[in-house]
T-cell receptor
């Protein structure tokens, strides 16, 4: 079982719709959770992070965390074609030897159609 | 200092040759990470430095791979006797000492072994 799992997609949504990206993780000791966006051929860039159960909103993005269900999601409201990218979920598996080592999921490719 | 710098951006090498990549982290970040990413996959952890100390290495890091961060600033990743399976994007990231901080990634070095 992979430590961090994401549906590889592609997830296709029309422009203006809400895109919902999901991620599950296996280690109950996970402390913090991150969403990165990666355009084709580019490196990942941090969009949001969340530590506590519930929702965290930043502009058009909302991260949702449910530690009991070991589930984290990212909602993108009013999706734009420029949001088309691969979205990587990353989890901080607490390990004193590896600092803030993040374990990444395989990513979900999002396509926003005009 | 505006971000994490990696050099070179692209490297094409013949199988069996040695290659070395360089990473300059954000100056105030004492933690530095190397990841490898292949097409369609999420980044995979290779190794981690806190200041000049290499504190963690993945099983992925075979004996042909070595990393250094001699003065706690820039880091190098060397691959000896390259194989075609080494072809990937090599990503460097840095983070602050704050537990739970996300990474800032560099632009990556894309290695092609022919």
């Amino acid at each position: 079982q992979k430590e961090v799992e994401q549906n590889s997609g592609p997830l296709s949504v029309p422009e203006g719709a809400i895109a919902s990206l999901n991620c599950t993780y296996s280690d109950r000791g996970s402390q913090s959770f991150f969403w990165y966006r990666q355009y084709s051929g580019k490196s990942p860039e941090l969009i949001m992070f969340i530590y506590s159960n519930g929702d965290k909103e930043d502009g058009r993005f909302t991260a949702q965390l449910n530690k009991a269900s070991q589930y984290v999601s990212l909602l993108i409201r009013d999706s734009q074609p420029s949001d088309s990218a691969t979205y990587l979920c990353a989890v901080n598996i607490l390990d004193n030897n590896a600092g803030n080592m993040l374990t990444f999921g395989g990513g979900t490719r999002l396509m926003v159609k005009p | 200092d505006t971000g994490v710098s990696q050099d070179p951006r692209h490297k094409i090498t013949k199988r069996g040759q040695n290659v070395t990549f360089r990473c300059d982290p954000i100056s105030e970040h004492n933690r530095l990470y190397w990841y490898r990413q292949t097409l369609g996959q999420g980044p995979e952890f290779l190794t981690y430095f806190q200041n000049e100390a290499q504190l963690e290495k993945s099983r992925l890091l075979s004996d042909r791979f070595s990393a250094e961060r001699p003065k706690g600033s820039f880091s190098t990743l060397e691959i000896q006797r390259t194989e075609q399976g080494d072809s990937a994007m090599y990503l460097c990231a840095s983070s602050s000492p704050w537990t739970g901080a996300g990474y800032t990634f560099g632009s990556g070095t894309r290695l092609t072994v022919v």
